[in-house]
Nanobody, 128 residues
Framework: QVQLVESGGGLVQPGDSLTLSCRAS????????IGWFRQVPGEEREFVAT?????????????YYADSVKGRFTISNDRANNIVYLRMNSLKPEDTAIYYC????????????????WGQGTQVTISS
């Protein structure tokens, strides 16, 4: 089992920045992908970004971003503490959503159904 706990959501103005954190615990061994999806109530969930940890030899694999956030969002991983961060810059009203931390064994997928574990979600609201 893997447990994911998100934090860092809130209300900010357009153009502001925000950093989300996700602490993973449990069976988070090698060859895993962890990242973020988001969802607006009544709409489909949307892939945001992921980062993959391969193993001790390869280290971190590639990061992937949705086109809508590329260049504005950065995903990073504090492996020692099993924390994943999503730094969000130049926020727009359309970034408003519930952001979910996700985890899967194996490599990247943009399909939310591929992720075995989901956090409880944290609300991000961008409004003036």
């Amino acid at each position: 089992q893997v447990q994911l706990v998100e934090s860092g959501g809130g209300l900010v103005q357009p153009g502001d920045s925000l950093t989300l954190s996700c602490r993973a615990s449990g069976r988070t061994f090698s060859n895993r992908t962890i990242g973020w999806f988001r969802q607006v109530p009544g709409e489909e969930r949307e892939f945001v970004a992921t980062i993959t940890w391969a193993d001790e030899t390869i280290g971190f694999g590639p990061t992937y971003y949705a086109d809508s956030v590329k260049g504005r969002f950065t995903i990073s991983n504090d492996r020692a503490n099993n924390i994943v961060y999503l730094r969000m810059n130049s926020l727009k009203p359309e970034d408003t959503a519930i952001y979910y931390c996700v985890f899967k064994y194996g490599f990247y997928s943009a399909n939310g159904g591929s992720y075995n574990y989901w956090g409880q979600g944290t609300q991000v609201t961008i409004s003036s």
